[in-house]
DNA sequence: TAGGCCATCTGGTCCT
DNA sequence: AGGACCAGATGGCCTA
């Protein structure tokens, strides 16, 4: 995404980017501003087919496999939760002789040892890889885009440089939001620590500016945010 | 039909 | 030794 942003590799995300520049009108509107070359090509506005077609957003047959993991191929649904078919069983034994006695990493074993181990290495394996799509999936449902059915769900790369963007974008606000505040503190001449902060975009109060100190009392709730009881506070204004 | 994306298998490497 | 992680290979499905 050589595009995106300064320092962006130009590797996969090119790639992606093709996809990116389907994503629907919200995405566009979430992460165009703020970082407008970010978004050139985030301009995602085609709705692709449903994800039932490409075999996505519907359950597995095992119930509990998570949604990203339906098996699509025939021959991959025969092998899920470690279960082969035979035609599986044969083209193991097939790959088995290809290498030879030895040529597979544990060749001392047993053939059959060798094939149940084999089988618990996938099985894990898969596991491992149901979980990291179990995170994007996770990931993908907080960044904003169109989550419709009509509109394709987003690639793993572009789930990932979405992400990205939106958490720069994020920054980016929060640090025009603190000018803003240190601006108008300066306004009503009172001292503007803020300033002199350093921008933290991973800190629990700079994320989460207002709804950190939700529970506190209003000075503290404002120091939440800038350090000092703030004009644009409606409780220290003493409003409601 | 080509290209993109994906799931799975597999062997290698590192860590506990 | 066993598990986690990684990257390459393979084959299927879908879209332009």
Not at 146 to 172: D, E
């Amino acid at each position: 995404m050589s595009a995106c942003l300064p320092g962006e590799p130009s590797g996969p995300g090119g790639a992606a980017m093709a996809e990116l520049k389907s994503l629907s009108g919200d995405a566009y509107l979430a992460l165009s501003h703020g970082y407008a070359a970010a978004a050139v090509g985030l301009a995602y506005g085609a709705a692709r087919g449903p994800e039932a077609a490409r075999g996505y957003g519907a359950p597995g047959p095992g119930g509990d496999l998570p949604v990203a993991s339906a098996p699509r191929a025939p021959a991959a649904a025969a092998e899920s939760s470690g279960e082969q078919s035979g035609d599986e069983d044969d083209a193991f034994e097939q790959r088995r002789r290809r290498r030879g006695p030895g040529g597979a990493a544990d060749g001392r074993r047993r053939p059959r040892e060798q094939r149940s181990l084999r089988l618990s290495i996938n099985a894990r394996e898969r596991r491992r890889m149901h979980d990291l799509n179990d995170a994007l999936d996770g990931l993908r449902a907080v960044i904003p885009y169109a989550h419709s059915p009509s509109v394709r769900k987003l690639s793993k790369i572009a789930t990932l440089l979405l992400a990205k963007n939106y958490i720069l974008m994020q920054a980016q606000a929060l640090d025009e939001m603190r000018r803003l505040v240190a601006y108008l503190n300066q306004g009503q001449g009172l001292a503007a620590p803020v300033a002199a902060a350093p921008l933290t975009p991973f800190g629990q109060a700079a994320v989460y500016p207002f709804s950190a100190g939700a529970a506190l009392p209003c000075p503290d709730k404002c120091a939440a945010f800038s350090g000092t009881p703030s004009a644009l506070c409606k409780h220290c204004n003493g409003k409601p």
